[in-house]
């Protein structure tokens, strides 16, 4: 307690009283419910080498502490032979007790008083001067001479001192120590009944606040059974909340409305939808021309719906990116985020897809068969297609495997999210958390393979589809080349219903004088934009469905599927405790407010008794 022993000298620096409590508790069937608070007399002027300035105004702040408890009876203790005007505990207690309903004087020493003066103290006890509320009671304790009594002789001689003169005319129920155990049980009744709707109250108050840390700290876990019951509990939440995530039925709990990253449908529908505009409109290369023809050469100047599509998606890639794109994952792709550092060697950073090239089109398909063509004779290398498919389709990579990471931050961020939410122990939930983390990466890196796999198939692979539209569009392309070419060698003839334009013949033979060059950079490039068209709704879908949808999001090996019960079920009972079992700190608070929470339900039933 830092104050020195008895007859060991004051130290500089030091003091002689402590705001440090030694309790002493004593227990048993006829002890009373009455905690008794002993405090340092209070002194005014300082003792060398014992007490010092700062002792004094230590001591006053305690007493002033305990005492201004409205639930606290103030024993006054005054020895009679002092004037009793100069105490200064009178002064506070009525500071602290304005109505004096819970001081008690206390007058202590009166076989020390001097003959002749007993009347005046007498005077106390029948409240004819400085009258208290409660008033008086005076007691007589052992002496110098008799410190080697035993209780039994203490109370007789004390009896035996209030049976002479003039100590007898006092009331019995003012004096001896008897008398003041009588009153102080009758005032404690009187105060307890004053304070009993308080004292209720205040049990069932710190009953809640014992209930609320309990929580806090969850389901006991010191048996296998308890530990394994609270994962199955949280796994089998986690794939409850997974599930209405996954089916947008965010009304079914308020986890929803408290953190929108728990919004998991939303936030990938919209990861789609950005990942098919950006491929969409940033996609390619260059500009496909709108026109057939290569002297009509003008890239397309706003983005159009194909009306012959089968789903009537947007497609125009020969647009120009005259819209502007939502930046639905500006919030998950911050590199610098803690949450994803453990991504940071499975997925890719931030990339900025660059615009399209405004380059005529049809020069760079020129430059490319110049750089690559053979001794074909009228047509041109069949592997001429697949290099500008590659060169014209070259940022797919990077659109594709940015648009990966961005489900993966999303639905690694409402794993942890979830996590947190479910699990508000931290030792636990960083315990779950380490268990899985290896297999998720793993989950997610199969992801990013995949993606990487359709890339080279539909990259790197053969020119390939059986979709009716790829020969419809080619065709058209065809159709509208050649009228295009004719279309000043036409002139009308009226028939019998109207007027129909025609071509002479002859005319249609003179009108085709392009070179086998510029014949093969046009065909070309309505090869290329016939198919580009169908191969990147193909590519979107798919990265979409698989990459995303099934490794990630829906599949039976998805992340999201990885803390299910049967997880849980699966685990040693090393790992069991390891990821459940409580800490030495966790266990010594438990048992606290257990045991506090058993004593507050014990003194509410007395309460109620």
């Given at each position: 307690?830092?104050?020195?022993?008895?007859?060991?000298?004051l130290?500089?620096?030091?003091?002689?009283?402590?705001?440090?409590?030694?309790?002493?508790?004593?227990?048993?069937?006829?002890?009373?419910?009455?905690?008794?608070?002993?405090?340092?007399?209070?002194?005014?002027?300082?003792?060398?080498?014992?007490?010092?300035?700062?002792?004094?105004?230590?001591?006053q702040?305690?007493?002033?502490?305990?005492?201004?408890?409205?639930?606290?009876?103030i024993?006054?203790?005054?020895?009679?032979?002092?004037?009793?005007a100069?105490?200064e505990?009178?002064?506070?207690?009525?500071?602290?007790?304005?109505?004096?309903?819970?001081?008690?004087?206390?007058?202590?020493?009166?076989?020390?008083?001097?003959?002749?003066?007993?009347?005046?103290?007498?005077?106390?006890?029948?409240?004819?001067?400085?009258?208290?509320?409660?008033?008086?009671?005076m007691?007589?304790?052992?002496?110098?001479?008799?410190?080697?009594?035993?209780?039994?002789?203490?109370h007789?001689?004390?009896?035996?001192?209030?049976n002479?003169?003039?100590?007898?005319?006092?009331?019995?129920?003012?004096?001896?120590?008897?008398?003041?155990?009588?009153?102080l049980?009758?005032?404690?009744?009187?105060?307890?009944?004053?304070?009993?709707?308080?004292?209720?109250?205040?049990?069932?108050?710190r009953?809640?606040?014992?209930?609320?840390?309990?929580?806090?700290?969850?389901?006991?876990?010191?048996?296998?059974?308890?530990?394994?019951?609270?994962?199955?509990?949280?796994?089998?939440?986690?794939?409850?909340?997974?599930?209405?995530?996954?089916?947008?039925?965010?009304?079914?709990?308020?986890?929803?409305?408290?953190?929108?990253?728990?919004?998991?449908?939303?936030?990938?529908?919209?990861?789609?939808?950005?990942?098919?505009?950006?491929?969409?409109?940033?996609?390619?290369?260059?500009?496909?021309?709108?026109?057939t023809?290569?002297?009509?050469?003008?890239?397309?100047?706003?983005?159009?719906?194909?009306?012959?599509?089968?789903?009537?998606?947007?497609?125009?890639?020969?647009?120009?990116?005259?819209?502007?794109?939502?930046?639905?994952?500006?919030?998950?792709?911050?590199?610098?985020?803690?949450?994803?550092?453990?991504?940071?060697?499975?997925?890719?950073?931030p990339?900025?897809?660059?615009?399209?090239?405004?380059?005529?089109?049809?020069?760079?398909?020129?430059?490319?068969?110049?750089?690559?063509?053979?001794?074909?004779?009228?047509?041109?290398?069949?592997?001429?297609?697949?290099?500008?498919?590659?060169?014209q389709?070259?940022?797919?990579?990077?659109?594709?495997?940015?648009?990966?990471?961005?489900?993966i931050?999303?639905?690694?961020?409402?794993?942890k999210?979830?996590?947190?939410?479910?699990?508000?122990?931290?030792?636990?939930?960083?315990?779950?958390?380490?268990?899985?983390?290896d297999?998720?990466?793993?989950?997610?890196?199969?992801?990013?393979?995949?993606?990487?796999?359709?890339?080279?198939?539909?990259?790197?692979?053969?020119?390939?589809t059986?979709n009716?539209?790829?020969?419809?569009?080619?065709?058209?392309?065809?159709?509208?080349?050649?009228?295009?070419?004719?279309?000043d060698?036409?002139?009308?003839?009226?028939?019998?219903?109207?007027?129909?334009?025609?071509?002479?013949?002859?005319a249609?033979i003179?009108?085709?004088?392009?070179?086998?060059?510029?014949?093969?950079v046009?065909?070309?490039?309505?090869?290329?934009?016939?198919?580009?068209?169908?191969?990147?709704?193909?590519?979107?879908?798919?990265?979409c469905?698989?990459?995303?949808?099934?490794?990630?999001?829906?599949?039976?090996?998805s992340?999201?599927?990885?803390?299910?019960?049967?997880?849980v079920?699966?685990l040693?009972?090393?790992?069991?405790?390891?990821?459940a079992?409580?800490?030495?700190?966790?266990?010594?608070?438990r048992?606290?407010?257990?045991?506090?929470?058993?004593?507050?339900?014990?003194?509410k039933?007395?309460?109620?008794?």
């Amino acid at each position: 307690m830092g104050i020195p022993a008895p007859g060991q000298p004051l130290l500089p620096g030091r003091s002689t009283f402590s705001d440090d409590i030694l309790k002493i508790e004593l227990s048993g069937p006829s002890r009373q419910h009455l905690s008794v608070i002993d405090v340092p007399g209070i002194f005014r002027t300082p003792t060398q080498g014992v007490t010092t300035k700062e002792d004094m105004a230590r001591v006053q702040q305690m007493v002033k502490s305990y005492i201004k408890d409205p639930r606290t009876i103030i024993l006054a203790v005054v020895p009679a032979p002092v004037d009793i005007a100069t105490q200064e505990i009178l002064s506070m207690a009525e500071e602290a007790d304005p109505l004096g309903q819970r001081t008690l004087g206390v007058l202590t020493k009166p076989d020390l008083v001097d003959r002749g003066a007993e009347e005046h103290v007498m005077d106390l006890v029948r409240g004819t001067r400085n009258k208290l509320t409660l008033g008086y009671c005076m007691v007589r304790n052992r002496g110098q001479q008799d410190k080697s009594l035993s209780s039994t002789g203490r109370h007789e001689k004390e009896k035996e001192f209030f049976n002479t003169a003039p100590w007898s005319t006092l009331d019995r129920d003012r004096v001896g120590i008897s008398a003041l155990q009588d009153r102080l049980r009758e005032l404690l009744v009187d105060i307890t009944r004053q304070e009993f709707p308080n004292v209720k109250h205040e049990v069932d108050k710190r009953i809640l606040a014992c209930e609320q840390k309990l929580k806090f700290l969850g389901p006991a876990r010191e048996t296998d059974d308890q530990q394994r019951t609270l994962l199955l509990d949280l796994a089998a939440k986690s794939q409850e909340i997974t599930s209405h995530a996954l089916d947008a039925y965010y009304h079914r709990s308020s986890l929803f409305r408290d953190n929108p990253s728990l919004r998991l449908a939303t936030r990938i529908v919209d990861l789609h939808t950005a990942f098919s505009t950006d491929v969409w409109l940033k996609g390619h290369t260059l500009h496909f021309s709108k026109s057939t023809m290569r002297n009509g050469n003008e890239p397309a100047a706003e983005p159009s719906v194909d009306k012959d599509s089968a789903d009537g998606s947007p497609d125009n890639a020969e647009a120009s990116p005259t819209v502007d794109i939502p930046n639905f994952t500006s919030e998950i792709n911050e590199p610098e985020d803690p949450k994803f550092s453990e991504l940071s060697d499975v997925i890719q950073g931030p990339w900025r897809c660059p615009a399209p090239q405004q380059d005529n089109i049809f020069d760079w398909i020129e430059s490319m068969y110049r750089n690559s063509r053979g001794f074909e004779l009228g047509t041109f290398d069949p592997s001429l297609l697949p290099i500008i498919f590659q060169e014209q389709s070259k940022k797919w990579d990077g659109l594709a495997l940015a648009y990966i990471s961005d489900v993966i931050r999303v639905v690694h961020s409402f794993l942890k999210d979830l996590l947190s939410a479910l699990c508000p122990d931290s030792r636990v939930r960083s315990n779950i958390w380490a268990s899985i983390s290896d297999e998720l990466l793993e989950r997610y890196k199969k992801a990013i393979s995949h993606t990487q796999f359709l890339l080279g198939v539909e990259r790197n692979g053969t020119l390939l589809t059986t979709n009716h539209y790829f020969n419809d569009n080619l065709q058209k392309a065809r159709v509208e080349r050649l009228q295009s070419a004719l279309e000043d060698q036409a002139y009308e003839v009226a028939l019998i219903k109207g007027t129909r334009k025609v071509v002479n013949m002859d005319a249609i033979i003179s009108s085709v004088p392009m070179g086998n060059i510029e014949h093969t950079v046009e065909d070309i490039h309505a090869i290329l934009k016939s198919y580009y068209k169908v191969a990147r709704k193909r590519f979107v879908d798919v990265v979409c469905m698989q990459a995303a949808d099934h490794f990630l999001v829906t599949g039976p090996d998805s992340p999201l599927r990885l803390f299910t019960p049967s997880f849980v079920l699966r685990l040693s009972l090393d790992s069991l405790n390891l990821i459940a079992g409580e800490d030495a700190v966790s266990k010594r608070t438990r048992n606290v407010l257990n045991h506090e929470m058993k004593c507050l339900k014990a003194g509410k039933k007395l309460l109620r008794g």
